[in-house]
């Protein structure tokens, strides 16, 4: 019984690929599809995939159940086809359901864009008294509450909360100076 095995592993190996091709292909196609609800055009996709795939190990002669690992290539393709569609169907539902999301993400317009922001703001913050501009900092960037900045300042709240105020008024300020788009 060993032998018919081993003789029959190695009359598999022998064989090339385009025979398995021939011999398997519409089997596999028609499992894909009855298995996981494909189109027929999409299964041969996949188990071209799953061909291709087993190409560099059937060459090697690794393999010992072709057949075998063929139906596993072609799960294993389609599983990763189905997931890829899964990603794709979620990201499109949500630029669907928020369409300004996505635009011009990293375009160069809105780096410019963004690059004349951050300049106008630094300019705005380096123009203002050095304490208020840490205050402001301390506030929005560390995001510290005005009571944890008057007791590490020494201040009152109420005076942290008016250095912050006309921090970003300052701001505004600066923004609406240069006409308030960007």
């Known amino acids: 019984m060993a032998t018919a095995w081993t003789s029959q592993l190695a009359t598999d190996n022998d064989k090339d690929l385009d025979h398995y091709y021939r ?26 995939e799953a061909f291709a795939r087993m190409a560099p190990q059937l060459r090697v002669g690794d393999i010992e159940h072709v057949r075998a690992f063929l139906y596993r290539s ?40 963004s690059r004349q922001f951050l300049g106008l703001i ?26 944890e900045i008057a007791r590490r300042e020494g201040l009152s709240a109420t005076v942290v909360k008016k250095h912050v105020a006309k921090a970003l008024a300052g701001c505004q300020e600066a923004l609406r100076a240069h006409g308030g788009e960007l």
């Open 23 to 48: 011999e398997y292909h519409q089997e596999l196609c028609r499992y894909a599809v009855s298995k996981f609800g494909l189109s027929y055009s999409e299964a041969e996709d996949l188990v071209q």
């Open 74 to 113: 072609v799960h294993n393709a389609t599983i990763d086809a189905l997931r890829k569609g899964q990603v794709r169907e979620s990201y499109a539902q949500s630029v669907q359901d928020d369409p300004e999301r996505d635009q011009d993400t990293l375009g160069p317009e809105r780096v410019a864009s």
């Open 122 to 147: 630094s300019r705005a913050l380096w123009s203002m008294p050095h304490k208020r501009r840490r205050l402001l900092l301390m506030n929005r960037v560390d995001g510290l509450s005005y009571a």
